[in-house]
């Protein structure tokens, strides 16, 4: 690996996905409406999800500060981060991603976007999470691996 190389090569910003996602899921929705049914009821559990995805993404940001290092996904990882949030999830800063548009979908009322995470899961695994694991295999080897055997990718 060299010097240039020391990051996970992934080609976009993770977010780029989630925003063609959110705006796919508003197209489809003009033409085609579905409701949860519950407009006052899913208002709230939207903005309950949404506190939940903040509290995740803060402490997940946390870690990050604490450790002296870069969220990017085009940034050289000089350690892994394995307590805190970490310790729970691999992925808390994706997991708060679907959370924001789960809470979206409910506040707004609109299916298509909670259903769009579930394409979304798999592009988010499979582009860009597939891709940062093999890149801290390769750098940290079995201590990463470790990692993996002790907590699970989203929950």
């Not at 990051?7 to 003009?30: K, M, Q, R, S, W």
């Not at 609109?110 to 582009?127: C, E, G, R």
């Amino acid at each position: 690996m060299s010097e240039e190389q020391d990051n996970a090569g992934i080609i976009t910003h993770p977010p780029f996905f989630y925003i063609i996602a959110v705006l796919v899921a508003i197209v489809i929705d003009h033409f085609i409406s579905l409701s949860f049914g519950n407009p006052t009821m899913t208002k709230y559990l939207g903005l309950a999800v949404l506190g939940m995805g903040i509290l995740i993404l803060m402490l997940s940001g946390r870690m990050f500060i604490k450790n002296k290092q870069s969220p990017s996904v085009h940034a050289s990882q000089p350690k892994v981060i394995t307590d805190g949030i970490y310790g729970k999830t691999r992925n808390p800063i994706y997991l708060s991603a679907h959370m924001f548009i789960a809470s979206a979908a409910l506040y707004f009322d609109n299916v298509w976007m909670l259903l769009m995470l579930m394409p979304m899961t798999y592009i988010i695994t499979k582009f860009v999470i597939e891709k940062e694991e093999t890149y801290l295999e390769r750098k940290f080897g079995e201590a990463y691996r470790d990692y993996k055997k002790r907590v699970r990718r989203w929950l």
